[in-house]
């Protein structure tokens, strides 16, 4: 099990946990982000920046402050 | 009266729906139970006519975000006959959530599935008349952008307000809204039996442009080159119109208004004439730029852009406090502050609303560029002139950056930065145009008040007492500017370019036109003498005090108004003209201590 900062560029996972706060993890949720749920990681920007994820039919950008709070699987 | 309230999650197209079934007859309001104002509209639905209300745009009824708040009080506090939930169709696997939060509530509602092409261009299918049933409300599919189908939803919305269902009582609501979380299940449950989703899903168009756009090299350079462009269509085609305009004033002036003020005291002229109607000219001489700013910035907003340069930014504005579509304001700001000031409202985190708008006024606008292109043409070799210019932009992105650091304590963020990044959608001119045309003529009602006391303020300034030539040092504005020669005499500010800074404090625009009045002369007869009048440093540090001291009146009613605080706005001023006396301080004693 990894963190979600820690997926590769075009890498697919499933998301195992989300350790968040209650407002973090209902934002997170209205985004798409639930246990279970299939992801990818699209692209990082420069100067580590905010991640690019692609979930289902949204696309979404996050810094590493709010994707180390997701826990995945990633496939392999 | 029927009352009806439009919701969805945010990019949904919420907006434009708006806009298309309530025109341009809408209107900010206040509401009971909440302290933001919110757009509504009269409509006539089904023989009645109904108020429709547009909520802002939430993630979750139960969450903790000013805008989620600000719709449960709403719903708290006001009974309403309808709940029209809008979602973007293809997001449906995650949006329905929404849709099942108001049906606890017992409030009628109709689902409306909205941007019905782009999920039939993914290959997207949702069976509206099963999910119907399964949800016990109408599900009508839409595009709002196109027209499609609002017919037969605006019908489905008139058949349940006819049914005349007792509105749900306020109070009963607010206990009901409560956590609940039986609706995931629920939602992936009808997800699987009426939505049917391509397994490997992308859209094609959108990751295609993606790939050059936040390409990892290119991807900044671009952005800069895009809003150089997007700044200089904006005075190409807005100088003309601004032109155009000042014409039509000055025109009507001779032809008409002077000739009427012939016979009337000096006093009573100069107020009409050079006071009000001043005022009047100069007001309308910011609208053709102003408005075109909004366009540009709804343009930029609505297309999908400012997220992905949010994205490009956002390491480095976080450093500061700020976020990645901090910049793009920030960037806006350089053309004009007031749309800028405003385009923050995307920001929903008061604080790092607020610490933005602590920023942007210190950006280089465009009408200091006209103050400083003038002196500098007047002071500056050729050689020198782009050097000079350059270490003022240089200065104003220096200012920001140091307003950021300096206050990010103070406006400590807390909401976590999770951005959509929606596919690119290129809205209709009906979309700009009408989205525009409500940002801008609040604006202006706004602005001019301030404005027009200003102008009629340094008018009566300068030319009272009235036995004195007008702007000189025995006026009151002299006499004003004498009051603070020692707070400006170690800036090198001399007694005329005091009187200036008071002009420019109305609006920079003016300050040009002020030093016409001051000197007694125009154009480049105003120039050669200015040169004999101050020296480069003296000009400088003129030049630096003006790019930070306070933007103009506009911006600052905007900045009060955005921020909803008298404090907020009195805290902006104060900063940025210790700021400015700091820095043209430190300059010119540094200079004349060097021995220039």
Known sequence: MQLLTQLKIGQNAIITAIEADEYLFHRLSALGFRVGKPLSIIRRANFNGPLHVRLGTTDVILRDAEASRIRINAAI | ?596
Request: glycine share 6%.
């Open chain 2, 1 to 596: 009266m029927k009352r009806i309230a439009l919701l969805g999650m945010p990019n949904t197209g919420k907006s434009t729906l708006f806009n298309r079934i309530s025109g341009a007859s809408a209107r900010v309001g206040n509401w009971p139970g909440i302290t933001v104002d919110l757009m509504s509209a009269k409509i006539l639905i089904g023989g009645h006519i109904a108020e429709l209300i547009d909520l802002p745009g939430i993630y979750d009824l139960h969450g903790f975000s000013e805008d989620e708040q600000v719709v449960r009080h709403f719903l708290s506090s006001n009974a309403v006959d309808l709940v029209i939930v809008l979602l973007n169709s293809s997001q449906i696997d995650r949006q329905l959530s929404l849709v099942l939060q108001i049906k606890k509530l017992n409030i009628p509602s109709v689902l409306a599935l909205n941007m019905a092409d782009e999920a039939k261009q993914s290959g997207i299918t949702i069976d509206t008349e099963s999910l119907a049933n399964a949800l016990h409300i109408p599900v009508l599919s839409i595009s709002a952008k196109y027209g499609d189908g609002l017919p037969k939803a605006l019908q489905a919305a008139t058949q349940i307000i006819n049914q005349n269902q007792a509105a749900t009582d306020p109070k009963v609501i607010s206990e009901l809204l409560q956590e609940d979380h039986q609706i995931e299940h629920e939602m992936e449950n009808l997800i699987q039996h009426h939505v049917q989703i391509p397994t490997t899903f992308t859209n094609n168009t959108t990751d295609k442009i993606d790939k050059i756009l936040l390409h990892k090299w290119l991807g900044l350079p671009i952005f800069f080159a895009a809003m150089f462009i997007l700044f200089q269509f904006i005075f190409t085609v807005g100088k003309p119109l601004q032109d155009g305009l000042a014409w039509v004033f000055s025109l009507f002036r001779s032809s008409l208004l002077d000739p009427v003020f012939t016979s009337s005291p000096v006093w009573l002229s100069g107020l009409m004439l050079d006071g009000v109607y001043n005022g009047i000219a100069t007001v309308a001489a910011f609208v053709p730029i102003i408005v075109l700013f909004f366009l540009v910035m709804s343009m930029v907003e609505d297309s999908g852009y400012l997220s992905r340069a949010a994205f490009l930014m956002d390491s480095l504005m976080a450093k500061m406090g700020l976020d990645g579509r901090g910049f793009v304001m920030m960037l806006m700001g350089f053309g004009c502050n007031v749309p800028a000031l405003m385009g923050t409202r995307i920001m929903r985190s008061r604080p790092m609303r607020l610490l933005t708008m602590l920023v942007i006024p210190l950006s280089l606008c465009s009408a200091r560029l006209q103050v400083f292109i003038f002196i500098i043409t007047a002071l500056f070799t050729v050689k020198h002139a782009p050097l000079v210019l350059f270490t003022l932009y240089v200065m104003s992105f220096l200012t920001m950056f140091l307003t950021a650091i300096l206050f990010q304590g103070q406006y400590k963020n807390a909401e976590p930065f999770i951005l959509e990044l929606p596919p690119y959608r290129f809205p209709t001119l009906r979309q700009i145009v009408l989205r525009g045309w409500h940002e801008v003529k609040h604006f202006l009602v706004r602005a001019s008040k301030f404005i027009m006391i200003g102008v009629v303020l340094v008018w009566a300034l300068t030319n009272f007492p009235s036995n004195v030539p007008p702007a000189s040092a025995s006026t009151y504005a002299g006499q004003i500017g004498a009051l603070f020669a020692p707070i400006l005499d170690p800036l090198g500010i001399n007694n005329q370019l005091a009187i200036a800074l008071i002009f420019g404090f109305v609006a920079k625009e003016i300050v040009v036109g002020a030093l016409a009045v001051i000197y007694g002369m125009q154009g480049d007869a105003l120039m050669m003498h200015m040169a004999t009048q101050i020296d480069w440093v003296q000009a400088m540090s003129f030049m630096l005090f003006t790019l930070i001291y306070t933007p103009c009146l506009s911006t600052i009613a905007t900045l009060k108004s955005e921020a909803k605080s008298s404090t907020f706005m009195w805290l902006s001023i104060t900063w940025s003209l210790g700021l400015a006396w700091v820095v043209s301080f430190v300059f010119y004693q540094s200079a004349r201590w060097l021995g220039y």
